[in-house]
């Protein structure tokens, strides 16, 4: 029987990402991920913390106290080196409504919109979770570099991506392939991270 595995995210995208991910890194390794969709009550989990880290451990626990599931959770956004760092863990609500990708990239361009392209530099940043039913907690992080162009390109990924091209490359996140930026991106190398932890944890 396969062990299961919570991915705390409501964000279908988000939640395909992670899966395409773990189902990689995870290789032989039999595990059924579920989604916040496979629990029709599951309530909204304020994200209070003021890290990338905190909000993640936050999720994760609540997962794994009211499943009693392992649960993965993540949390990731962009810090903007212009903005210090912001929009950061307020990434997913910038413009003030929680999701609202073009809202929140649309202010972002328009609030660094004279910065000179040499000072656009950021980086997407991606803290995951593990939180066992038993207590035990991991935490991983990943970067991804680059900077911040002036207009969209691509029509790939979610979030920042149309306007963010990593270092060394020269495509957006939002025009590489689900594989290319897997490869590359904040959130693959984090989960890849983790998996190591998730192959060790779970029942095989």
Known sequence: MNARLLLATGNRKKLAELQRILDSALGLHQVELVGLGDFPDYPDVPETGLTF???ALIKARE???RTGLPTVADDSGIAVNALNGMPGVF?????GRHGDDQANLDLLLAQISDVSDEHRGG??????ALVLPNGREHLV?????GRLLRSRRGDGGFGYDPIFVG??????????SPAEKDAISHRGKAFRELAKVIAKELPR
């Open 53 to 55: 880290g905190e909000n």
């Open 63 to 65: 997962g794994a106290k």
């Open 91 to 95: 990434s997913a609500r910038w413009a």
């Open 123 to 128: 980086a997407f940043v991606c803290a995951a």
């Open 141 to 145: 992080e990943g970067r991804q570099t």
């Open 167 to 176: 270092d060394g490359q020269d495509r957006t996140n939002a025009e590489l």
